[in-house]
């Protein structure tokens, strides 16, 4: 499954404790996810379409449970969704309807939708969280956790998209608006704010994966340091070694061994009988053993002594 569709369906299970969050977040879900057909004076209908099963429950039970109404459910297939199931709600023009619209400010007293996000429904911390979680469960998208940080929520109206990006401020997130053909994306780009909108909407089991996606990314990404670093000092490990053998051969190839002073002397056979130890354990070969600085000396004295032929 997405997880764009897990974020949602776990949002959708929520249920804001107060009336007035259930009022702002259904607000939300049906500017987004709904239509309105205005067939006259105080004649509406209502419909709404949404790809994703639980989304589809959360706006039945919502309208059920704050005004009483029971929308018609539809189940289709959708050509747009390469045949998956578009879930379509829809409610006939009834007085009952044009107040209920009224009192999720999707439409005026003047019968005109409103495009802003609404003051009224959103004036209180907790609501404002609960009409960003709406939009989301409408309109959002969010990338997977190993996937570079994006969560976006995408509206129809200008006004819509800065009112978001207000909301969201007010809980010290900085989310962007940009249009994008015909519509209008209001987004957050940082890991951190991705999480912290995620929290804010009330996914902390999606917030926990993310976390728990970083820890793993972080120690693989130590784990990789870590060997290459091994690696890397390896492969110079056995260039400086094989180096050091090129340099003995020659000054046994023209001035003989028997040239070097016996302290040299000593560290060349030894380097020539473990072609492969470390300074460390060359060290260690010598009588009495040396340390690891003093090995690196006597080779560079060496190295200087094969340039010269």
Do not use: W
């Not at 999606?206 to 728990?212: D, F, I």
């Amino acid at each position: 499954m997405p997880f764009t569709s897990e974020v949602k369906d776990e949002l959708a299970r929520l249920k804001a404790p107060r009336r007035c969050c259930r009022m702002a977040e259904l607000s939300a879900l049906l500017r987004l996810e709904g239509s309105l057909h205005i067939l006259g004076p105080h004649r509406v209908s209502l419909h709404t379409e949404s790809e994703n099963a639980a989304v589809a429950r959360k706006m039945f039970a919502l309208l059920k449970e704050l005004f009483s109404l029971t929308p018609e459910l539809r189940v289709e297939r959708a050509p747009r969704l390469k045949g998956h199931n578009c879930y379509c709600l829809f409610l006939g023009e009834s007085p009952q309807v044009v107040q209920v619209l009224n009192e999720l400010s999707l439409l005026d007293d003047a019968m005109r939708p409103v495009m802003e996000v609404p003051t009224r429904l959103t004036r209180r911390q907790c609501c404002s969280a609960s009409y960003l979680r709406g939009a989301f469960l409408g309109g959002g998208y969010v990338s997977r956790p190993e996937s570079p940080a994006h969560l976006e929520i995408n509206v129809r109206h200008p006004e819509m998209a800065e009112g978001l990006a207000r909301l969201a401020e007010r809980h010290g997130l900085d989310m962007h608006v940009a249009r994008r053909k015909d519509l209008y994306s209001v987004y957050v780009k940082s890991r951190g704010e991705q999480a912290d909108l995620l929290a804010l909407m009330g996914a902390h089991r999606a917030v926990l994966r993310m976390q728990s996606d970083a820890v793993l990314r972080e120690m693989r990404a130590g784990v990789n340091r870590r060997v290459n670093s091994e690696t890397a000092n390896l492969e110079r490990a056995v260039d400086a070694a094989q180096r050091q053998l090129r340099d003995i051969r020659r000054i046994e190839e023209t001035i003989g061994l028997e040239g070097l002073t016996p302290a040299l002397r000593e560290v060349a056979v030894i380097r020539l009988e473990h072609p492969e130890a470390s300074m460390q354990e060359l060290g260690a070969f010598m009588q009495p053993p040396l340390s690891k600085s003093a090995v690196h000396h006597r080779l560079l004295r060496i190295r200087r002594i094969a340039a010269s032929l």
